[in-house]
């Protein structure tokens, strides 16, 4: 059977070879409609149909208007029974949608347009062409897809399209929803949310989802994904719908009823007849999620089962009832307008009548004038006059009270006026503090420019500290390296000069072997010993005398070495030289030529021993003043740093 919605996408159709925008399309192109029309509908002889096109029309009227074609298809096409039309859907679509889809920022698809053009034909005016929709049902589409695709739905956002359009076309639905409602958004995600609002409302689905249902043969529990639509509830094994498992088709006394948990089978639900006891076939239990979900499936389901007493949809109920209430508006608005006329006319004549009163008044006193002049001759018009005068007082209270509604009139308009200023003063009041509070945040943003650009300008001078900080640590390192090889080649030079110490250590016991060989005196036995002669040391300014070129050497080896180490080669004292050599003659008992011997190896021992000790000591006073002076340089490198 043939709807409102056939007709809206026939006049898309039309629309489409209305080239011209005058509201009229060929018939050559029309007679291609009815054809295409007709073969999707399933009309066996549709050659009929265009040739009964033909047959209506003259040959001289080459163009219709939409109502005159739609007349001929509703009494033609859609008085036939046994048809499809709803397959007509497709080739109007076709139809309409090749130039307009040539689009900027497209987002939906060809098929969800298609889905989006199939719901504007279902809640479109039905009450003129060309077809618009009106702007609460336009707002009630785009608030149930902008919520299907998770945002919040503010109905600010759409108040300018309300002023602007208070009728929109389909074209104008799509691009304000592209434009404004879906930019930025994933294409599947507006794509998933016009499917939902076409399948509620142009397949009718009240409601859908996942519950566990009870088998009729096993009893066992299985998943099932259900969908309830007007008048029968299907359900298929998963969300795909590709596998349907059975429908429950509603029809009057059927009930649903709330059952309490039964072990592990909660949220249970009943869905049954009157007549449930003839059969288990009449009688379902489900389970539901969780108690939300359980409470919104009985209140869909009550609502379909009420509707099936009406046999109209739920979805269709609201249409119907949302035009209703909108009508009622309309007729509202209507009729305050009417009367807004009507006193707009009422005003108009009551000021004619003013008007005419006026011109009375006027005509009355010319003619008080004229009677006053003529009374003497026209006394007999006395009391003509009397009832005149009477006539006109009273215009003359009207007038005075016409006067003060004036001047009521104009009273509220200059209070009008007053409150008008005054808030126009407030309004500038405002302007003004607002100026001088984004003058006080310029001045605010200057300074803190100010501010940054000088921090800028301290952070460039710490670097150019930092990177003289650097210089002068690296120089520091190059001192470091310089005390650091002076410190080494000093301890190879006391190296060098211990060994030649030892050589010449080695020396002295070579000489002191030999001598003590060359000169051994055979010791007397018992006390006896015999006298030795004593020859006293010379000591020169140079230190112990040599008596041979030999140990002249040596000890020009000996001085050469401490002036080298910058030990004080100043003579030991006599004092000492005596009772060394009184201890060592009563001790050995020895000749004299052998005690001076050993009191000259004594002495050279000695030296030697005060040179390396000399020698360490420098070397150490060295060692700690160059550790000293580097740790200092260190510190104030890093203090600096």
């Given at each position: ?8 996408a026939l006049?898309h159709?039309?629309?489409s070879?209305?080239?011209e ?21 399933g009309?066996?002889?549709m ?6 096109l ?7 009227k ?10 001929f298809?509703?009494l ?16 109007c ?5 090749k130039?307009p889809?040539q689009?900027?920022?497209k ?12 719901v504007f ?8 062409y060309?077809?618009?929709m009106?702007?609460e ?6 608030e149930n897809?902008v ?6 739905w503010?109905?600010a ?14 074209w104008q639905v799509?691009h ?7 930019a930025?958004?994933d ?5 998933e949310?016009?499917?939902e ?28 994904w259900f969908i309830l639509?007007?008048?029968l509830?299907?359900?298929f094994t998963?969300?795909d719908?590709k596998?349907?498992?059975g429908?429950?088709t509603?029809?009057?006394?059927w009930?649903?009823?709330?059952l ?5 089978f909660k949220?249970?639900?009943l869905?049954q007849t009157?007549?449930h006891?003839?059969?288990d076939?009449?009688?379902?239990e ?5 108690p ?12 379909v089962?009420?509707?099936c007493?009406?046999?109209i949809?739920?979805q269709?109920?609201?249409f ?16 305050e ?7 707009n006319?009422m005003f ?6 003013l008007?005419a009163?006026k ?5 009355a006193e ?6 006053a002049?003529l009374?003497q ?10 009832a005149?005068l009477?006539?006109?007082?009273l ?10 509604d004036?001047?009521t009139?104009?009273?509220?308009q200059?209070?009008l ?17 607002q100026?001088?509070?984004l003058?006080d ?12 650009l000088?921090?800028?300008?301290r952070l ?5 500290k930092?990177?003289?900080l ?7 390192d190059?001192?470091?390296?310089e ?12 190296k ?6 030892q ?12 001598k003590?060989?060359k000169?051994?005196?055979e010791k ?7 006298i ?5 040391q010379?000591?020169t ?9 030999k ?13 080298a180490?910058?030990v004080?080669d ?7 030289v005596?009772?060394?050599e ?8 020895e ?6 011997e050993?009191e000259e ?5 000695q ?7 000399n ?6 006073q ?5 550790a000293r002076?580097?740790?200092e340089n ?8």
């Amino acid at each position: 059977m043939a709807t409102e919605e056939h007709v809206h996408a026939l006049w898309h159709a039309f629309d489409s070879l209305d080239i011209e925008r005058n509201g009229l399309a060929s018939k050559s192109q029309l007679k291609v409609v009815t054809a295409n029309v007709c073969t999707a509908s399933g009309v066996k002889d549709m050659r009929k149909s265009v040739e009964a096109l033909e047959d209506q029309y003259s040959d001289q009227k080459k163009t219709l208007t939409f109502e005159e074609y739609k007349k001929f298809i509703e009494l033609e096409l859609f008085s036939q029974g046994g048809l499809d039309f709803d397959k007509m859907f497709s080739v109007c679509w076709m139809l309409c949608s090749k130039v307009p889809l040539q689009r900027q920022n497209k987002i939906l698809h060809d098929n969800d347009t298609y889905k989006l053009w199939r719901v504007f034909n279902r809640l479109a005016e039905t009450d003129a062409y060309p077809l618009r929709m009106d702007h609460e049902e336009v707002a009630y589409i785009l608030e149930n897809i902008v919520i299907a695709m998770g945002r919040r739905w503010n109905e600010a956002d759409f108040e300018d399209i309300r002023k602007g359009l208070p009728l929109m076309s389909f074209w104008q639905v799509l691009h304000a929803l592209e434009v404004k409602f879906a930019a930025g958004l994933d294409e599947a995600c507006v794509a998933e949310a016009v499917s939902e609002v076409y399948d509620e409302i142009v397949n009718e689905v009240v409601k859908k989802g996942l519950m566990t249902k009870k088998g009729h043969r096993m009893g066992s529990w299985k998943e099932r994904w259900f969908i309830l639509k007007h008048g029968l509830l299907s359900y298929f094994t998963h969300k795909d719908q590709k596998e349907q498992k059975g429908v429950i088709t509603f029809n009057v006394g059927w009930k649903i009823e709330s059952l309490p948990d039964k072990g592990n089978f909660k949220n249970r639900v009943l869905i049954q007849t009157e007549e449930h006891m003839k059969g288990d076939k009449n009688k379902y239990e489900i389970c539901c999620p969780d108690p939300k979900t359980k409470q919104e499936w009985i209140m869909a389901i009550e609502q379909v089962l009420e509707s099936c007493e009406t046999g109209i949809s739920p979805q269709k109920t609201a249409f119907m009832k949302r035009r209703e209430q909108r009508a009622k508006r309309r007729q509202i608005k209507s009729e305050e307008e009417k009367k807004k006329v009507e006193d707009n006319e009422m005003f108009e004549k009551q000021k004619e009548l003013l008007e005419a009163e006026k011109e009375a008044r006027r005509i009355a006193e010319e003619k008080v004038a004229e009677e006053a002049a003529l009374r003497q001759a026209e006394s007999e018009r006395t009391s003509e006059l009397t009832a005149l005068l009477e006539q006109v007082k009273l215009h003359l209270d009207e007038e005075r009270q016409a006067k003060k509604d004036e001047e009521t009139v104009r009273a509220l308009q200059a209070k009008l006026l007053e409150e008008e200023m005054e808030k126009r003063e407030e309004l500038e009041k405002l302007k003004a503090e607002q100026e001088k509070l984004l003058q006080d945040e310029v001045r605010k943003r200057e300074e803190v420019e100010e501010e940054r650009l000088q921090h800028i300008k301290r952070l460039e001078e710490e670097q150019q500290k930092l990177e003289l900080l650097e210089q002068e640590r690296l120089a520091a390192d190059l001192k470091l390296q310089e005390a650091s090889d002076k410190l080494r080649s000093a301890e190879s030079a006391q190296k060098e000069m211990a060994a030649r110490a030892q050589d010449i250590e080695k020396k002295f016991l070579e000489m002191d072997a030999s001598k003590q060989q060359k000169f051994k005196v055979e010791k007397p036995i018992g006390l006896a010993r015999p006298i030795q002669p004593r020859v006293p040391q010379i000591l020169t300014h140079r230190g112990a005398g040599a008596f041979t070129p030999k140990q002249f050497d040596i000890f020009k080896q000996i001085r050469l070495l401490q002036q080298a180490a910058g030990v004080d080669d100043s003579p030991p004292s006599e004092d000492k030289v005596c009772e060394s050599e009184k201890t060592e003659r009563d001790d050995n008992n020895e000749t004299p030529d052998v005690i001076k011997e050993q009191e000259e190896k004594n002495k050279e021992i000695q030296n030697l021993e005060n040179t390396e000790n000399n020698q360490v000591i420098v070397d150490d006073q060295v060692s700690e003043m160059t550790a000293r002076k580097l740790s200092e340089n260190l510190d104030d490198d890093i203090i600096e740093l």
